[in-house]
């Protein structure tokens, strides 16, 4: 795998900054959190590690873990994680960032 496709994949995953949506009908209100909020969050909440969670992900997968992001998901905190595959294709997996259970998209649906 060459680094200029993971440095794409990451720019398309992580390409700016999350801007919350606007709830309507049941839709999710959705914002991520910046690293030092991450940071702050997961002491404060009591989160499972993100990292930990990140390289468990990858290895359910057998994918290469890429990165991962706390975001808010209306009152629930959930760790979106990119995952690259063998075949070049790039995995979202959401993770309950207090159990650690993996969750379905709550937009449009799980890719």
Same mark, same amino acid.
């Given at each position: 795998?060459?680094? +200029?496709?993971?440095?794409?994949?990451?720019?398309?995953?992580?390409?700016?900054?999350? !801007?919350?949506?606007?709830? &309507?009908?049941?839709?999710? !209100? @959705?914002?991520?959190? =910046?690293?030092?909020?991450?940071?702050?969050?997961? =002491?404060? @909440? @009591?989160? %499972?590690?993100?990292?930990?969670?990140?390289?468990?992900?990858? +290895?359910?997968?057998?994918?290469?873990?890429?990165? =991962? %992001?706390?975001?808010?998901?209306?009152? &629930?905190?959930?760790?979106?994680?990119?995952?690259?595959?063998? #075949?070049?294709?790039?995995?979202?997996?959401?993770? #309950?960032?207090?159990?650690?259970?993996?969750?379905?998209?709550? #937009?449009? &649906?799980?890719?």
């Amino acid at each position: 795998m060459t680094t +200029a496709l993971i440095l794409a994949a990451l720019a398309v995953t992580f390409g700016g900054p999350a !801007r919350p949506a606007a709830a &309507q009908d049941g839709e999710v !209100r @959705h914002a991520c959190l =910046s690293a030092a909020e991450t940071r702050e969050s997961v =002491s404060a @909440h @009591h989160l %499972r590690e993100p990292m930990a969670l990140l390289r468990e992900a990858a +290895a359910q997968a057998r994918a290469e873990p890429l990165g =991962s %992001r706390l975001c808010r998901w209306n009152e &629930q905190l959930v760790y979106e994680m990119s995952l690259l595959r063998r #075949d070049g294709r790039v995995l979202r997996v959401f993770i #309950d960032a207090a159990s650690g259970s993996r969750v379905k998209s709550r #937009d449009k &649906q799980e890719r």
